[in-house]
């Protein structure tokens, strides 16, 4: 069975400060495929990344990184030097599907408040 | 190139009825997904469609159906409402071509608030 588990309910920063957002999978497939999405106020998720079972390299995109790490089934997300605008919901979600179109299981999300 | 549309943005209905979303994908795009998120049980894969067949389905009471256009765009049904299906109805576009290119994501779309009263 596939799960994600996002322990993080809410996260409270202030600007500029870093914030990592946890996030634990199980699965059985061999192959999955890990995502994380924003949501913002408005309500439209909004893609971030998506890493392969397969690519354990960690990725940098601007002030996000990710950290994936089978050993511990996790894959966890890094914004550095945080800003008002990175407020929103993020979620993490796992699929045997590289698009993950026909079946994305979702963490409960984390919500994230950047105080300025 | 425009977004994923979803109409209507908002809608209310009362127990009993039925009720249709719209989904129009990003052109070209062949994958249609709909989702269900609600504060309790968060964000659920309700099914997809590919090319106007049904590829997969999500665990939800046979009241929720879907189907999809020869133009892609997608639409799905919920029969016999109860105050459980009050929700955010998100529908999701990709081109879907299974080899997980950089651009072959979800795209969602803004989703139908539904109120069942």
């Known amino acids: 069975a596939q799960k994600v588990t996002q322990a993080q309910t809410e996260i409270s920063v202030v600007e500029k400060e870093d914030v990592t957002l946890d996030c634990v999978y199980e699965?059985?497939?061999?192959?999955?495929?890990l995502f994380w999405y924003k949501q913002p106020p408005s309500g439209e998720l909004v893609f971030l990344i998506r890493?392969?079972?397969?690519?354990?390299q960690n990725e940098i995109s601007g002030r996000y990184s990710w950290n994936f790490q089978k050993s511990t089934s996790s894959f966890n997300f890094t914004i550095t030097a945080s800003q008002v605008v990175d407020s929103a919901v993020y979620f993490c979600?796992?699929?045997?599907?590289?698009?993950?179109?026909?079946?994305?299981?979702f963490g409960t999300g984390t919500r994230l408040t950047v105080i300025p | 190139k425009a977004g994923v549309t979803q109409t209507p943005r908002y809608l209310i209905k009362t127990r009993g009825q039925q009720v249709t979303l719209s989904c129009s994908p990003i052109?070209?795009?062949?994958?249609v997904s709909w989702y269900q998120q609600t504060p309790g049980q968060g964000l659920q894969f309700l099914f997809e469609?590919?090319?106007?067949?049904?590829?997969n389905k999500g665990n939800f009471p046979g009241r929720f159906s879907g189907r999809q256009f020869s133009n892609s765009r997608s639409e799905m049904n919920v029969s016999t409402l109860e105050l459980g299906d009050s929700a955010l109805y998100l529908c999701?576009?990709?081109?879907?071509?299974?080899?997980?290119?950089?651009?072959?994501?979800?795209?969602f779309g803004p989703g139908t608030r539904l109120t069942v009263l």
């Open positions: 052109s070209g795009h062949r994958s």
């Open positions: 890493r392969n079972s397969f690519d354990e």
């Open positions: 469609y590919f090319s106007e067949t049904q590829r």
């Open positions: 699965t059985r497939d061999t192959t999955y495929y």
């Open positions: 999701a576009s990709s081109l879907a071509t299974g080899t997980g290119g950089n651009t072959d994501t979800q795209y």
């Open positions: 979600a796992l699929s045997d599907d590289p698009t993950g179109a026909n079946n994305l299981f």
